[in-house]
């Protein structure tokens, strides 16, 4: 196979050419972001993913890997092995910087001080410690980056909150501005001790800024929802979903993150409205944070490879019948109907008896009929019930739909 490099790979996702037209200029900005840190959390439930995957003791996973949290979470179910794929060099090295991580540390505490609390000069003397020497030299020379040959390692950014890094993180920080710019604090909604005082606080404090003629004209413009991962293809699926109003959108998904799961239980809420995991892991946490899994993820890390590659590309060249277990997240929204194709008849032809398929959608519907090949698609059960209930279980919020399909 012939070397791809990582901006062929970005712009071919992305989908545009080499003309100055508004929409490839658009796309090009969105692809040369989307090589830098993105989601320093991965924004799917990882429970809600685990349930729907069935996942058993000889399931071979192959998923996106985004920022890792899901991937690492994967391994509380015990499957035989996880591939986890990306496009994003900087999501390549934070996977496996957690992942030694999880097989290096000597405790939870180190563990949870890295990657929970994620503020305190202690976690580079760890890195420096434990770390820094069992990763491959390409991860070690990212995270030991000095911008100019000067200043602090790129690892630094574990001493300053880094969940307040990277597009989510900022784009998370530029909302609390706006909105403390017209006297809202989204931290409030952490006050909250009932669902019903959720819904009041939304009701009351963030529903009013969607009035707002600023952020109304701002969520109207593609490049508003970089920050949030979004690229344009993907906002006009979203917007579509509000028939062109995409503050209505916005509007409908905050409003779930708010009010649809109480705060104790949804750690996605913590991050929109706190920046951060509660204080001292005295609140909720994704899978692979909780102490009581720690030993189970450092037993079990080795189980998994992180590749720098499409999900075609690496299933290409894989056996026929090989892998039972496909988490797309969110990446079909960029994909043209002749990358859906490929993408599709790549999985089948290596999906073995029973292999289930899941993905989410900016939209409400599945994207896939009418735009994958019937002779493709017929060969899966599309499991509506199934999916309905995961989307309302899914405390992220923020996608309009989730979907298994399994092989028939």
């Known amino acids: ?31 040369s972001l989307f090589k830098g840190l993105v989601y320093p959390q991965i924004w799917e439930d990882p429970e809600v993913d685990m349930e729907a995957l069935a996942i058993t003791a000889d399931s071979h996973v192959v998923a996106i890997a985004s ?25 390549i090295a934070l996977n496996k910087l957690k992942l030694a991580a999880a097989a290096r540390l000597p405790s939870w505490n180190e563990f949870y001080r890295l990657f929970g609390v994620a503020n305190e000069q202690a976690n580079i003397a760890a890195y420096d410690r434990w770390l820094s020497a069992q ?18 390692r ?43 005082e959720q819904k009041n606080y939304f009701a009351t404090a963030l529903a009013p800024l969607f009035d707002r003629r600023l952020i109304r004209w701002a969520l109207a413009r593609q490049f508003s929802l970089f920050g949030l991962g979004i690229p344009p293809a993907q ?19 905050l409003e779930r ?4 799961f109480r705060i104790e239980d949804n750690y996605f809420a913590w991050q929109a409205f706190g920046r951060g995991y ?18 189970t993820i450092k037993t079990r890390a080795d189980r998994v490879e992180v590749l720098n590659r499409s999900f075609t590309e690496y299933l290409e060249a894989q056996q026929d019948r090989s892998r039972d277990r496909y988490i797309l997240l969110d990446a079909q929204d960029w994909m043209n ?23 989410r959608t900016a939209a409400k519907p599945s994207l896939l009929p009418g735009r994958v090949a019937p002779e493709i698609l017929d060969q899966w059960d599309y499991r509506e019930a199934e999916s309905l209930a995961f989307t309302s279980r899914d405390r992220s919020a923020i996608y309009g739909g989730f979907h298994l399909y399994v092989l028939k």
Request: proline residues 4%; contains cysteine.
């Open 235 to 253: 906002y006009e699926a979203l917007a579509g979903a509000g028939n062109g109003n995409m503050a209505a959108v916005v509007y409908e998904r």
């Open 257 to 260: 993150l708010s009010c649809g």
């Open 278 to 295: 509660a204080q001292d892991a005295q609140g909720p946490l994704p899978p692979y944070l909780r102490r009581d899994n720690f030993e």
């Open 135 to 152: 990763l491959d030299e390409k991860t070690r020379a990212y995270w030991e980056h000095r911008r100019f040959g000067l200043g602090e």
């Open 154 to 196: 790129r690892i630094g950014i574990f001493a300053h909150n880094f969940y307040r890094h990277g597009l989510l993180g900022r784009c998370i920080g530029f909302g609390h501005f706006v909105a403390r710019a017209y006297g809202v604090n989204p931290r409030d909604l952490l006050r909250a001790r009932s669902l019903e």
């Open 67 to 91: 920022g890792g949290c899901n991937i690492l979470s994967y391994l509380t179910a015990n499957p035989a092995r996880v591939t986890a794929l990306d496009l994003n060099p900087t999501h």
């Open 1 to 31: 196979m012939s070397e791809i490099t990582v901006s062929a790979r970005l712009r071919n996702a992305v989908g545009y050419g080499r003309s100055l037209a508004p929409a490839n200029l658009l796309n090009a900005v969105f692809a």
């Open 337 to 359: 109907d002749a990358q859906l194709n490929a993408l599709w008849k790549e999985i089948t032809r290596t999906a073995k008896p029973g292999a289930r398929v899941i993905f």
